[in-house]
C-alpha cells in the first residue's frame, strides 16, 4: 500500500505562511502560537478584510459516466417529501440514515460504530468517512480498494466526478427543519465520536491522523459542498479535541499536585511506588498533551487558517464561531493575541453572518473579567472598529455590537473613552426597537446608573431623585426634545421600575424650593417624560415608528390593567396641582392632559375621588380659555372626550362642563359676528379674540359634537361677508371653514339610516350646497391659507356626499348626492395646477436651504391637497379622465409625489383598464400641444420632448404583465395615437411634416409591448393613415419620426414560438434577488372577434374561469426590428430593462390583492380604504 498523508504532514503541505499554531510534525509540551508571518503583532498593517478566490482546477476531471436517454433535470433532485436532494447512494450508510431519521440517540450511534471499528478499524473508519462524503451530498463511496490503493487527493477527485452537478443544493445548505435537524445530529455526532474515544482510541495514531488529513483535502475542495461540511466537521472535531485537552491539563494538574504531596512527606511516610506510579503517568500524561496539541495543529494549520478567508460566507462564519468557542473553553492556550487577530480582521467583513459571529465570540470573551483582562492589546488595536460597527447597516449587527460594548464598559472600566460612548447615546432614538433597547441599556450603564459606582441596593427615592436627574441632564443635552417616547421606550427594559416611580416624579414637579426645584427647561422636559411613561405603561406597546404594534397576551393584558390603576391612584391626587402649577404654559399642559386619558376613570366613582375630578375639570376648562395652541386645545379636546364617554358613571360631570364651555364659547362668537357685522372696520385685538374664539370652536367641533348650539349661521354670516367684500381676516375665515365643515359632517352622522324626514334632507342638501358655493368662491382668495383649507374641505364634502353615499343601506340618503358640476371640476384642476404643481424644488434644493423644516411643511401640505384630488378620482366622483392633469406630472415631480402618483395609477387601472389607458395617452398629447405652442415644430431635438419620451416609456413599463389583458387598452392607444399624429395640418410649405407628426416617436414607447400580429396590424393601419390623409413622406428624405415608430412595429427576427409572455421585454434578474412566483395570464379573445377594442371589456371572455383552466395559445415571437434607422429609440428602450423591476411592482400588487371575477368594472366600495393616510404623514419619507 502506497504511503498516505497523515496529519503529521498536514502542516507541510498547503500554504504553511498563511499562520497556524506552530509546527504540526514537532512534538512540544504547550500549545505554540501561530508562525512567523502571522505574526501576533496586532499593529501589523493586514486587515485580514480580503477573501482568497478559489484557484482555478489545474486539469480537467475523469469521464464522466454516460448521460441518459432522458432530458437532463434543471431543478434539484429531491426526495418524494420534497425535503432536500437525493442523497441515496447504492451502498446504505448507517450512520446517514440515523443521523438523518433523527430517531436513535446519537451516543448509540456511536457505539455501536465503535464496536464495529474496535472489531476492524478500517471498516469502521471507511464508515465515518462515507457518512462525511454522504452529508456532502455526493453518491460516491469510498471503498477499500480506493482507501488502500489511492492517496486522499485521488480519492477526492473521484468523488468529484461522481457528485450531482445538476443541483447546487446540498445538505448543510438546506433550510428546512429536517435538514436543520440534521445538521445539528451531524455536529453532535463528531462530537460524540471524539467524547467515546477519548481515553485510548484517539491516541491510536489511526482514526484522528487518516481523518485530519482527509477532511483537509476536502476542504481545499473546488466542490463548495465538500469544503463546508468538511470545514464544519473540521472544525467540531477541533472543538472536540479542546475539550480533550483541557480534560488532559486538569489531570496534569491534579497529579502535579499529589505528587508535590506524595514527596512532601516524611522519609518513613514517602510511598516510592506511588512516586514512581505518579512520575509514569505524569509521562503519559505529556505525551496525550503531545498528540491532542499535534492534532489541533494540524486542524488549525490545514484547515482554518485557509477557510476563514473562504469565499463562501457561511465556511467563514464557522470558523469564527468554533475559535470563539476554543478562546472561551482553553484560554491559557488560545486566548493570545496570535489568534485574536483573526477575529479583529474578520470584524472587517462584508457579510452579515460573519460579522455577527465574530461580535458574539468577543461577546463571550468581555463577559468574563477574567478572561477581558487579557485582551487589552486587542481592545487598543480594533476598537475604533468596534465603536463604528454601532452604525452597523444591518441592525442585528449592530444590536450586538451594543451588547459588546456594554460588557466592555462592565468588565474593562477604562476600555471606553467619553468620545467613544457618544458615539452611542444617540442609538436610543433609531426607529429599531432592539437596537435602541440595547444601546439604552449602555446609556443606563455608563450614565443612569445612580449605583454604577457602588455596590450598596439602591433606596428606592433618593436613588431615583438621582436617576431622573440624571435623565434629564442627558435629554437636554441631547437636543432632542421631541423625542422623550423613543428615549423612554429604550430605557423601559432596563430602566422600567424607576420610569414608574410616578411618586417620585410628581414630587420633582412640585417642588417649592428653590435650591431642590428643577428649572423651567428642566420641568418641561420631565414633563414629557412623565407623559411618555405613563402612556407606555398603560398602552404597553412602543411609540410610532418604532416596530409593529403587537397583540398582548392575557398575561400582558393583566399587568396591564393593575399598572394602568396603579398609576391611577397614584397620579389622580397629584395631576390637579400640576394643572395648578403648569396651566399657564402650554408645552407642559399639554402632555399632562394626555396624561389624564390613560387613567382607569372609573377609579374617580369607586375610589370616592370625586373631587379631584371636579378640579381636573376646572382645570381643564381654564386650560382652553387660557390657551390658542393647537398642540394643547387638541390634548384638552381628547381628554374632555374621554371624561364624556357614554360608559363612563361620572359621564354626566363630563357632559356639563362641556355645556358651559360651549355655551361660553357661542355666546362670545355671536357677540363678535354680531360687531364685526355692524361695523365698518375692526381692530386688531377684536381679530384676534373672534380668531380665538373660532379655533377653540374648530377643535372641539372634531371630537365633540356642538350642532345643538346653532353655529352654522354665524359661521356662514362670516363666510359671506369675506366672498362679498373680502373684508374678513385669514386668520378668522380659515376656522370658520373648518367650524361649517365639521357641523355638516356632525349633521350627516346624526341622520337615521332609514325612515329620515324628508325636511332633515332638504335643510342638510340646502346648507352642503351653499357651503360648497361659498368654498369654491374662497379657491381663489389672496391668502393661501384660506385656498389651501377650502380645497381640503371641498375634496373631503365631494367625497363624503359622493355616489357611494346611498350604498350599504343608506338609500334614503340618495338625495343628499353631490356630483361636482363643469366649473367645479376645472376650478378644482387648476388649483392643483397653480398650487400643487407649480413649486419644483428638488430634495438638493430642499437641503441646502436653511428654512428646509418649513419647506419640508410645505411639500406635505401639498402632498395633503394632491392626495385629496386623486381621492376623488379613485372614488368615482370625478371622471377618469381628470387624472391627466395629475399623470402628466409623474416624471417630473417624481421625488415629491411618486408614491401618491403610482397608487393612483394602481388604483385607476383596476376601475377601468381601458379608460385608463385613454387618460394616459391624453396626458402624454396635453404635454405633447403644450410643448408645440411654446416650441414650435422643431421640437424633436429639445429636453421636454426627451422628457415627454421618457414619462411614456414610464407608462409602457405598466403594461409589462398580463399582455393578453392589456392587448385592447395598447391597440387603442395606438390608434387613437396615430389619429393624434396625422390629424393637424401641415405648416408653410411643400413637403413638410403634420405638427403633431413627432407624438409618433412618443407612441413607439409602447410598442414593445405589443403582440407580434398587433404590430403587424398597426403597421398596416398606420400606412392606410398615411394614405387617407394624404400625407406622403419625400422618398429621398423620409420623417425620422414616421421611420422611428414604422421601425418600432417592424417584426423581429429572432423570434421562434413561444409564449405570448415572452414577447415584452424581461428585466435582467438582479444579483441576489429571489426569483418571483410565476404567473398565469389571462386568455386570448376569441380568435375570430375584431382585434380593435370595443369601449368596453369584454368581460365574460376575459374573466371565464373555464378559459383560464384551459391551455395558454401559443404565439411566435415576434422577428426583431432594425434599431439602427434610430439610435435613439434603441438606447431608450434598452433603459427600459433597467427600470422595469420597479414598475412591473404596480402590476403584480395589483393581481395579488384583487381576484379575478372582481376586476373589471371594480366598485368604488371595493376601494373604501384611506389610500394616502400612510404616505401624507410619513414627512421623514419625503
Not at 1137 to 1163: C, F, H, N, Y
Request: charged share 25%.
Amino acid at each position: 500500500m502506497p504511503p498516505r498523508r497523515s496529519a503529521r504532514s498536514v502542516g507541510s503541505s498547503g500554504s504553511g505562511s498563511s499562520g497556524g499554531p506552530g509546527s504540526a510534525g514537532v512534538r512540544s509540551s504547550s500549545l505554540p502560537s501561530p508562525p512567523a508571518p502571522d505574526s501576533p503583532d496586532l499593529g501589523s498593517g493586514d486587515s485580514g478584510s480580503d477573501f482568497e478566490e478559489m484557484p482555478q482546477p489545474r486539469g480537467k476531471r475523469g469521464p464522466r459516466r454516460a448521460p441518459s436517454h432522458g432530458p437532463v433535470s434543471k431543478h434539484s433532485r429531491r426526495r418524494e417529501d420534497g425535503s432536500g436532494p437525493d442523497v441515496s447512494s447504492p451502498e446504505r450508510n448507517t450512520l446517514f440514515e440515523a443521523v438523518r431519521s433523527a430517531k436513535i440517540a446519537v451516543e448509540t450511534v456511536v457505539d455501536d460504530w465503535l464496536e464495529t471499528y474496535k472489531r476492524d478499524r478500517e471498516t469502521g473508519f471507511l464508515e465515518l468517512v462515507n457518512f462525511i462524503v454522504r452529508s456532502c451530498g455526493c453518491r460516491g463511496v469510498v471503498t477499500l480498494e480506493m482507501f488502500r490503493r489511492l492517496q486522499n487527493s485521488e480519492i477526492i477527485q473521484q468523488l468529484t466526478e461522481k457528485f450531482a452537478e445538476d443541483s447546487a443544493e446540498y445538505p448543510l445548505s438546506l433550510g428546512t427543519q429536517p435538514w436543520r435537524r440534521f445538521r445539528a445530529g451531524f455536529c453532535e455526532l463528531v462530537a460524540v465520536v471524539v467524547r467515546r474515544c477519548r481515553y485510548s482510541i484517539v491516541y491510536d495514531e489511526f482514526l484522528m491522523d487518516t481523518l485530519i488529513s482527509l477532511l483537509t483535502g476536502l476542504s481545499d475542495s473546488q466542490v463548495r459542498a465538500f469544503r463546508h461540511t468538511s470545514t464544519l466537521a473540521a472544525m467540531k472535531l477541533m472543538t472536540a479535541l479542546v475539550d480533550v485537552a483541557l480534560g488532559v491539563s486538569l489531570h496534569q494538574d491534579n497529579n502535579q499536585r499529589q505528587y508535590e504531596a506524595e514527596r512532601s512527606k516524611g522519609p518513613g511516610r514517602r510511598a516510592t511506588d506511588k512516586l514512581e506510579e505518579l512520575l509514569e503517568k505524569r509521562r503519559e500524561l505529556q505525551e496525550q498533551q503531545e498528540e491532542i496539541e499535534n492534532m489541533m495543529n494540524a486542524i488549525f494549520k490545514g484547515v482554518f487558517v485557509h477557510r476563514y478567508r473562504d469565499v463562501v460566507p457561511e465556511i467563514r462564519a464557522i470558523c469564527m464561531e468554533e475559535l470563539g468557542t476554543w478562546m472561551r473553553s482553553y484560554a491559557a492556550s488560545f486566548l493570545t493575541d496570535g489568534y485574536l487577530k483573526y477575529i479583529g480582521w474578520t470584524l472587517h467583513d462584508k457579510q452579515r453572518e460573519v460579522r455577527l459571529q465574530c461580535v458574539k465570540a468577543l461577546q463571550g470573551l468581555y463577559r468574563c473579567r477574567d478572561t477581558a483582562a487579557h485582551m487589552e492589546l486587542f481592545t487598543s488595536r480594533f476598537k475604533t472598529r468596534m465603536v463604528s460597527m454601532v452604525l452597523d447597516k444591518e441592525p442585528d449587527v449592530a444590536v450586538e455590537v451594543v451588547k459588546l460594548l456594554t460588557l466592555m464598559l462592565e468588565n474593562m472600566e477604562e476600555a471606553l473613552t467619553e468620545e467613544d460612548c457618544r458615539s452611542v447615546y444617540p442609538v436610543v432614538y433609531v426607529s429599531s426597537r432592539a437596537l435602541a433597547s440595547a444601546a439604552g441599556l449602555f446609556l443606563y450603564r455608563r450614565l443612569l446608573d445612580p449605583q454604577r459606582e457602588a455596590g450598596r441596593e439602591p433606596s428606592r427615592d433618593g436613588d431615583n431623585r438621582t436617576f431622573f436627574r440624571l435623565l434629564l441632564a442627558f435629554f437636554i443635552e441631547s437636543e432632542l426634545h421631541e423625542h422623550a417616547a423613543y428615549l423612554v421606550d429604550s430605557l423601559w427594559d432596563c430602566a422600567g421600575p424607576r420610569l414608574r416611580d410616578w411618586e417620585t416624579i410628581s414630587a420633582l414637579l412640585l417642588e417649592k424650593s428653590p435650591a431642590e426645584g428643577l428649572a423651567d427647561q428642566q420641568e418641561k422636559a420631565l414633563v414629557e417624560i412623565l407623559a411618555a411613561s405613563v402612556v407606555q405603561a398603560a398602552e404597553g406597546q412602543p411609540p410610532v415608528g418604532r416596530g409593529p404594534a403587537k397583540k398582548p397576551s392575557a398575561w400582558e393584558h393583566k399587568a396591564q390593567a393593575e399598572e394602568r390603576t396603579r398609576l391611577t391612584h397614584c397620579l389622580v391626587p397629584a395631576l390637579p396641582q400640576l394643572l395648578t402649577k403648569f396651566s399657564a404654559d402650554a408645552e407642559k399642559a399639554a402632555p399632562l392632559l394626555e396624561v389624564l386619558r390613560c387613567f382607569d376613570l372609573s377609579i374617580y366613582r369607586s375610589g370616592r375621588l370625586e373631587k379631584h375630578l371636579e378640579l381636573v375639570l376646572g382645570q381643564l376648562q381654564e386650560v382652553v380659555e387660557k390657551h390658542t395652541g393647537r398642540a394643547v386645545l387638541e390634548a384638552a379636546s381628547r381628554a374632555l372626550h374621554a371624561l364624556c364617554d357614554p360608559e363612563l358613571a361620572l359621564r354626566g360631570r363630563g357632559d356639563l362642563a362641556r355645556s358651559r364651555l360651549a355655551d361660553q364659547l357661542a355666546d362670545k362668537l355671536q357677540r363678535d359676528v354680531t360687531e364685526l357685522l355692524q361695523a365698518s372696520s375692526l381692530d386688531e385685538e377684536e381679530v384676534y379674540s373672534m380668531a380665538a374664539t373660532l379655533k377653540r370652536i374648530s377643535i372641539l367641533f372634531n371630537a365633540h359634537d356642538l350642532t345643538p348650539w346653532q353655529l352654522f349661521e354665524p359661521c356662514t354670516q362670516l363666510l359671506q361677508r369675506a366672498v362679498d367684500t373680502g373684508e374678513v381676516p385669514p386668520q378668522v375665515l380659515v376656522p370658520a371653514v373648518t367650524c361649517l365643515h365639521f357641523h355638516v359632517l356632525w349633521e350627516l352622522s346624526r341622520l337615521p339610516s332609514t325612515n329620515v324626514p324628508q325636511e332633515q334632507l332638504r335643510s342638510l342638501k340646502s346648507r352642503v350646497a351653499s357651503f360648497c358655493s361659498l368654498c369654491q368662491s374662497c379657491l381663489s382668495d389672496v391668502d393661501a391659507g384660506v385656498r389651501e383649507q377650502a380645497f381640503m374641505v371641498l375634496s373631503d364634502l365631494l367625497l363624503v356626499f359622493g355616489p357611494q353615499l346611498p350604498r350599504d343601506g343608506r338609500e334614503a340618503l340618495a338625495p343628499l348626492v353631490l356630483l361636482p358640476d363643469a366649473g367645479l371640476q376645472s376650478q378644482l384642476a387648476a388649483f392643483l395646477m397653480d398650487h400643487v404643481f407649480h413649486h419644483a424644488c428638488g430634495h438638493e434644493e430642499l437641503s441646502a436651504t436653511e428654512d428646509s423644516e418649513g419647506r419640508i411643511e410645505e411639500l406635505h401640505q401639498r402632498r395633503v391637497l394632491l392626495a385629496g384630488f386623486c381621492k376623488l378620482i379613485i372614488y368615482d366622483v370625478l371622471e377618469l379622465s381628470a387624472a391627466s392633469d395629475v399623470f402628466k406630472h409623474y416624471a417630473k415631480f417624481y421625488s415629491d409625489y411618486g408614491d401618491i402618483i403610482k397608487e393612483t395609477l394602481n388604483c385607476t387601472r383596476q376601475i377601468d383598464r381601458q379608460e385608463w389607458a385613454r387618460t394616459l395617452l391624453l396626458s402624454l398629447q396635453q404635454l405633447m400641444t403644450e410643448l408645440l405652442l411654446q416650441q414650435g415644430p422643431e421640437i424633436r431635438a429639445s429636453e421636454a420632448f426627451l422628457e415627454i419620451r421618457d414619462l411614456a416609456r414610464r407608462f409602457s413599463l405598466l403594461f409589462s404583465l398580463h399582455q393578453l389583458r392589456n392587448r385592447p387598452a395598447l391597440l387603442s392607444m395606438h390608434r387613437e395615437g396615430i389619429q393624434f399624429a396625422f390629424q393637424e395640418p401641415p405648416g408653410p410649405g411643400p413637403g413638410l411634416p403634420p405638427l403633431n407628426l413627432p407624438f409618433l416617436e412618443v407612441l413607439s414607447e409602447f410598442s414593445p409591448r405589443l403582440l407580434r400580429p398587433d404590430k403587424a396590424l398597426l403597421l398596416a393601419y398606420l400606412e392606410n393613415a398615411c394614405q387617407q390623409q394624404r400625407w406622403l413622406a419625400p422618398r429621398d428624405a423620409p420623417w425620422p419620426s414616421l421611420l422611428a415608430y414604422r421601425n418600432s412595429l417592424q417584426p423581429q427576427e429572432e423570434g421562434g414560438s413561444v409564449s405570448s409572455r415572452s414577447t415584452a421585454p424581461r428585466p435582467r434578474p438582479l444579483p441576489g434577488s429571489a426569483a418571483k412566483r410565476p404567473r398565469k395570464d389571462a386568455p386570448s379573445e376569441h380568435p375570430d372577434s375584431s382585434p380593435w377594442p370595443s369601449s368596453r371589456f369584454p368581460s365574460p371572455v376575459l374573466t371565464s374561469t373555464a378559459l383560464r383552466a384551459g391551455p395558454q395559445p401559443l404565439l411566435p415571437r415576434p422577428p426583431a426590428w432594425d434599431r439602427s434607422s434610430d439610435p435613439s429609440l434603441s438606447q431608450r428602450l434598452s433603459l427600459m430593462v433597467e427600470e422595469e423591476e420597479e414598475e412591473v411592482g404596480i402590476e403584480e400588487e395589483s393581481s395579488e390583492d384583487t381576484p379575478e371575477q372582481d376586476r373589471t368594472p371594480l366598485a368604488p366600495q371595493g376601494l373604501l380604504r384611506d389610500l394616502f393616510d400612510s404616505t401624507i404623514l410619513g414627512i421623514e419619507d419625503v
